[in-house]
């Protein structure tokens, strides 16, 4: 069986229309992100990982619609994007994500890119194991 991968980021919408996503990432749109994880998870699959994409809303709706996506497969790495992380009014949600993926798939490595462009090289630093830090 392939490894699988849960990429996790904010609703595209969320992406131009958030104050607070505009002042964390102003080099950043929802065009941006959507040609970069499609890219991404093209190349994540060619590498022979199942993919799927999980988005968010701010908090409203954004717990519940995780633990359905995680309870739904037993992935081995969830990737958490840079725009949840990375954003300071989003950093409760990081805090639930990420308590929320330790309690639901314990054994999932956790990654973390740094722009939509980067989730492979996220995930090649923890898989197939974990590389030593130069």
């Known amino acids: 069986m392939p490894p ?3 990429i996790v980021g904010l609703d595209l919408t969320l992406v131009d229309d958030a104050p607070s996503s505009r002042a964390a990432f102003p080099e950043i749109d929802s065009q941006v992100v959507r040609v970069g ?6 190349r994540l699959k060619e590498l022979g990982f199942t993919v799927d994409v999980c988005l968010l809303d701010y908090g ?4 519940a619609v995780y633990r359905a996506a995680l309870s739904g497969k037993d992935y081995d790495i969830v990737v958490i994007g840079a725009g949840i992380r990375l954003d300071p009014v989003l950093t409760p949600l990081f805090e639930v994500l990420v ?5 639901l798939v314990p054994g999932a490595k ?11 090289e996220a995930v090649q630093r923890w898989w ?6 130069a």
């Open 4 to 6: 699988s991968i849960l």
């Open 37 to 42: 994880v499609t890219a991404e998870r093209a």
């Open 60 to 63: 409203r709706t954004a717990e």
């Open 99 to 103: 308590d929320t993926t330790r309690e």
């Open 110 to 120: 956790l990654c973390f890119n740094v722009s939509p462009s980067t989730t492979v």
């Open 128 to 133: 197939p194991e974990r590389k030593p830090l």
